[in-house]
């Protein structure tokens, strides 16, 4: 690999580079680097503020615990580069809940931190051309069901307090929980990630903006057990008080495969609120749901402003799905009276096939869900549908051109007009980002 270049596009370049075995590391998936990449990132991070630096990744099979980023850096894997997760819980230190969530997601108490992890950080840059990140996650899988896990389960990657974050062109595989979490995030670019995890292990998400504004997930092939793209922002009271929406999102050019799960999920902790979310151009193959939103009495926020068109779904239990009774709390201490308001929810341009169930829309008493618009819809039944298509309750809003048609809550208003189900014309700051052709030597 002497003198070998490679050529990446990066949101900035770097003036100062290293290599991992600079630093004694060992690619033999054996010994334990943790110390090295530590070791590494530290001795880099005198140039954040000349330039910038890069950390390679070599061929090999690179064993480590967690290790920190730091800003104005670029972790970038050769394409037969794998960093391996140490699967050793002793290796993977306990830090606080997030405030918005009060306690651990598993279970109360701490959670165990991310195998790769920053905060408060400026500029960073995750890629590769298509190395691989590897969770193994199976131990924290067998355990976490038997309840033999103190602490809720770590991340492959999460970056919290950062502005300009870029994950892209890589192979996430086998996380303990969910794969790439952004929170409290602004200007957030994942693309060209390939996510894989067994279709039979929940809490294995894709990718899970969480209180972030600003944010592109684009031209992602996720196979997972449950949700490929989450959208959250809190849980109950203690996402009410931080109140940091996840805002300005658009996810396009998605393949999702997820049996049990959505394509794309809302919730169910959306307690800081979500709106102006935009999804287009979707595949989604076996999966239970398309695009579903997750909430429940007590969760306050609101989902609202969100736009989907172009879906292609393949094989599904059910094309549209709104839940309001997706009951789980932190504690005992969530306000009964803090009602979601879900409202202005567009569905436009979809064909799907081989379909269970068409909808199940549940609104909730005294909280109807307002403005739901669906359009230009054809839905192919499987051989064994569901006898009821459509189940709907305190829901309200209008289709228009939709097979088989809906329930009278959303009913044709007029068979012979095509209901606007708008989709916004402007782009979001995001979707105008210009990147940099960047190179590294080694």
């Keep these: 690999m002497v003198n070998e270049k490679s050529m990446y596009s990066a949101i900035n370049c770097r003036a100062h580079s290293a290599v991992l075995t600079d630093f004694g590391a060992v690619g033999d998936g054996k010994t334990l680097n943790t110390k090295a990449f530590q070791a590494a990132i530290a001795n880099l991070s005198k140039f954040s503020s000349s330039g910038g630096s890069q950390l390679f990744i070599p061929p090999g099979k690179w064993l480590t615990g967690s290790f920190n980023l730091t800003s104005h850096f670029t972790l970038f894997l050769h394409r037969d580069a794998t960093i391996l997760a140490v699967q050793d819980e002793k290796e993977w230190p306990v830090i606080k809940p997030l405030p918005s969530y009060g306690r651990g997601r598993d279970s109360p108490g701490g959670r165990y931190i991310s195998l790769i992890f920053g905060t408060n950080l400026t500029d960073v840059v995750i890629t590769g051309d298509n190395g691989t990140i590897d969770g193994q996650g199976a131990p924290w899988w067998d355990k976490f069901p038997k309840g033999e896990l103190k602490f809720t389960r770590p991340y492959l990657i999460e970056i919290l307090f950062s502005n300009n974050v870029q994950i892209s062109n890589l192979v996430l595989t086998n996380s303990p929980s969910w794969h790439v979490h952004p929170v409290y995030c602004s200007n957030v670019l994942v693309t060209g990630l390939t996510i894989l995890a067994p279709v039979t292990v929940p809490n294995t998400d894709g990718v899970n903006p969480d209180s972030c504004t600003n944010t592109l997930i684009q031209d992602c092939y996720i196979v997972s057990g449950d949700d490929c793209i989450a959208i959250k922002s809190g849980w109950d009271q203690y996402g009410i008080k931080v109140g940091m929406p996840t805002k300005q999102l658009v996810v396009r050019r998605l393949t999702c495969i997820s049996p049990d799960s959505a394509v794309i999920a809302l919730g169910s902790e959306m307690s800081g609120g979500i709106e102006d979310v935009r999804v287009e151009d979707v595949v989604a193959i076996d999966s239970q749901s398309g695009v579903r939103i997750k909430t429940g009495v007590g969760r306050g926020g609101y989902v609202k402003d969100i736009f ?42 979809m064909v799907a096939e081989n379909v269970t169930m068409a909808a199940q829309f549940q609104g909730i008493e005294g909280d109807v869900f307002t403005g739901i618009c669906i359009s230009n819809v054809t839905i192919g039944l499987s051989d064994d549908p569901k006898k009821i298509q459509w189940n709907c309750t305190d829901v309200a809003g209008t289709t228009s051109k939709v097979t088989p048609p809906a329930c009278k809550q959303l009913s044709d208003k007029n068979p012979n007009k ?25």
């Design 418 to 442: 095509l209901a606007s189900c708008k989709f916004p014309e402007n782009k979001l700051p995001i979707e105008s980002i210009k990147l940099q052709s960047c190179s590294l030597q080694y």
């Design 308 to 349: 989907v068109r172009r879906m292609i779904m393949k094989t599904m239990k059910f094309v549209f799905w709104i839940t309001g009774n997706y009951g789980s709390h932190p504690d005992n201490n969530f306000d009964p009276k803090a009602l979601p308001v879900i409202k202005n929810i567009n569905y436009r341009d």
